[in-house]
């Protein structure tokens, strides 16, 4: 009887624990992803910067289907998302697509994903933002000018940095979901007052953006040095410039990022 009980208030205790953790979501454990993507969007763009700007893989005369008009990086992204929705890649709520309207079904039977979002979550897709952020002004820092040629292997690394961008600049729904939990009351009267001011206020840590900053530039050092047994050789060559890494974060990757956060606080009493 008595171990029934135990094991009884074990299930509740264990319950509620995970309930604050948001399903086993952490500030840490996100902490930790939002780490490891970084490493992701830096081998992104250092493998983006192989080719020059190859501008015709961005220019609407480029390409001639009866059925689509636009550029070719337009149709690549497009086609892929499309072949990836067939796939389950958008069951996954943490996976937003740049064009989401007309997506063919999964043909894949749904994975259990654990629900950790408020579903107003759902509808919060700044993908567009993204986009015009990636070609209107990244592309042009860190990728050299000229023309190779390679227009489609260009397209198909231009959708790898938009993709490792756009989930690490949706992971603030999650940040803010826990957050949010971890204390409420120091969020509702904002939420309740749709004082976005407010909120951005209260997402703002500034010592914590700078750590961010220098440890992306870091990395981009350490991850595009030209290695050699006589590693003396290349000092001060990087494939990516590390302030542009730098500023990418802190221009654009976090104020995107706490930009989600607002919206998705916003709808949380929804
Ligand atoms: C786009 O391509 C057309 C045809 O090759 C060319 O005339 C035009 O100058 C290009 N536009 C840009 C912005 O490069
Ligand atoms: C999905 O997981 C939840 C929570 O673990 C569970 O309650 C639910 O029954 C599962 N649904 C399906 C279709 O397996």
């Known amino acids: 009887m008595s171990i029934l009980l135990l094991i009884f208030v074990f299930v509740v205790w264990s319950h509620n624990v995970r309930n604050s953790m948001a399903n086993g979501v952490t500030l840490e454990s996100l902490r930790l992803s939002l780490i490891r993507q970084e490493d992701t969007i830096i081998f992104g763009l250092i493998e983006r910067a192989r080719f020059p700007t190859n501008s015709p893989t961005y220019n609407e005369s480029y390409v001639s289907t009866p059925t689509f008009s636009g550029t070719l990086v337009h149709f690549v992204v497009k086609e892929t998302e499309a072949l990836q929705a067939k796939a389950g890649r958008y069951a996954n709520p943490e996976e937003h697509p740049f064009f989401p309207d007309n997506l063919p079904p999964s043909v894949v039977p749904p994975y259990n994903f654990t629900e950790v979002l408020h579903p107003p979550a759902a509808s919060i897709n700044i993908n567009k933002d993204i986009w015009d952020m990636y070609f209107k002004k990244l592309l042009q820092l860190f990728v050299a000018p000229g023309d190779d040629g390679n227009y489609a292997s260009t397209a198909a690394s231009d959708l790898v940095c938009l993709q490792a961008l756009s989930r690490r600049i ?10 949010f939990r971890e204390s409420p009351g120091e969020y509702e009267p904002a939420i309740r007052a749709k004082d976005r001011d407010a909120l951005m206020k209260l997402l703002t840590f500034e010592s914590v953006e700078e750590e961010v900053k220098k440890r992306v530039a870091k990395k981009a050092m350490v991850f595009g040095q030209e290695v ?43």
Do not use: C, F, M, S
Request: net charge positive.
């Open 170 to 179: 949706h992971y603030g729904k999650l940040v803010a979901e826990v957050k």
């Open 228 to 270: 050699t047994l006589n590693n003396d050789d290349n000092k001060g060559k990087y494939k990516v410039d590390p302030l542009v890494v730098a500023r990418l974060y802190g221009d654009w990757i976090i104020p995107l990022t706490k930009l989600v956060q607002v919206e998705y606080l916003l709808r949380r009493l929804d």
